[in-house]
């Protein structure tokens, strides 16, 4: 099975966090293909650099998280670049006036369903409008 993470699983991969336990133990039990995209991995980037700026993380501390990152996402996942047509999809998404997306959620779901895998996220919003996409969500 592929599996697509988004930003909410990869900053609780990498950085002592609230659901670092479950994306842990969820990946460990699981034998599967994961997927991580440029997009996701933006967004990651912007979260660990958001938390030198709050002072959560020291600037050491994110660079040695991003070089972790960097090396698991070359030996661990299959990488996936954004399209223009994933914009495109993710744009027709958000105009569907019954599903609440933020732009980037609608991205990763048009990449994970571009590529035919599940959704793997701790962003509840993120999940429903997945879900009502017609995404499938693995809870973890």
Do not use: C, H
């Not at 991969?13 to 842990?24: Q, S, W």
Request: charged share 20%.
């Amino acid at each position: 099975m592929s599996v697509y993470l988004d930003a909410s699983v990869l900053v609780a991969l990498f950085t002592n966090d609230p659901y670092t336990v479950r994306a842990d133990t969820f990946l460990r039990a699981n034998a599967l293909v994961l997927i991580v995209s440029d997009f996701a991995a933006a967004e990651f980037a912007s979260t660990i650099a958001r938390r030198v700026r709050i002072q959560t993380l020291t600037a050491d501390e994110a660079r040695t998280v991003f070089s972790s990152f960097d090396a698991w996402a070359g030996r661990k996942t299959g990488w996936e670049q954004a399209t223009t047509a994933d914009v495109a999809t993710a744009a027709g998404f958000l105009r569907r006036l019954d599903v609440a997306l933020r732009a980037p959620d609608a991205i990763n779901i048009a990449i994970a369903q571009r590529v035919e895998a599940d959704l793997l996220t701790f962003d509840d919003q993120m999940a429903t409008g997945a879900r009502a996409l017609g995404t499938t969500v693995l809870d973890a």
